[in-house]
């Protein structure tokens, strides 16, 4: 059977493994997957992230997720947008998460980035997930 929501499929494990204490989880790799983490790991919310090639040809990828004081770094992260209601905005209406202390990861025709680095560019794109 087919994943119809990879990202989904990542944000669920990243929050189940955080509610469990786990130090690093490890999953099927995808392009999209490795770029959604890299944002997350440029703001701070992960330690670090591997991509292994396996010997059959399909790469997984090992998070090692980040906590402070014993508690999980990444307190919310909920999916924005789905692939049966797609979530577009322009710049300007980009959405602003608790005062701008969260992220929004936005694919744009640049590549994924947070919603402050889409602003500063002065381009909208698909809102993939809010991070707090």
Same mark, same amino acid.
């Given at each position: 059977m087919t994943m119809q929501d990879p990202i989904a499929d990542l944000l669920t494990r990243l929050r189940n493994a955080q509610n469990a204490g786990l130090k690093e989880i490890v999953m099927p790799c995808?392009? !999209?997957?490795?770029s959604v983490v890299q944002v997350l790991k440029d703001e701070g919310y992960i330690e670090e992230f591997n991509v292994v090639a396996e010997q059959d040809g399909k /790469?997984? &990828?090992? *998070?090692? &997720? !980040?906590?402070?004081? %014993?508690?999980?770094? *990444?307190?919310?992260?909920?999916r924005i947008s789905r692939p049966g209601l797609r979530q577009y905005k322009g710049k300007d209406d980009i959405p602003v998460i608790n005062s701008g202390l969260g992220i929004i990861i936005v694919s744009t025709n640049k590549g994924l980035m947070t919603d402050r680095a #889409?602003? #500063? #560019? %002065?381009? %909208?794109?698909? &809102?993939?997930? /809010?991070?707090?």
């Open positions: 995808s392009t !999209r997957k490795v /790469s997984t &990828l090992s *998070i090692k &997720l !980040r906590y402070h004081e %014993g508690r999980p770094v *990444i307190e919310q992260i909920k #889409a602003r #500063a #560019a %002065g381009i %909208g794109g698909e &809102l993939i997930c /809010s991070v707090f």
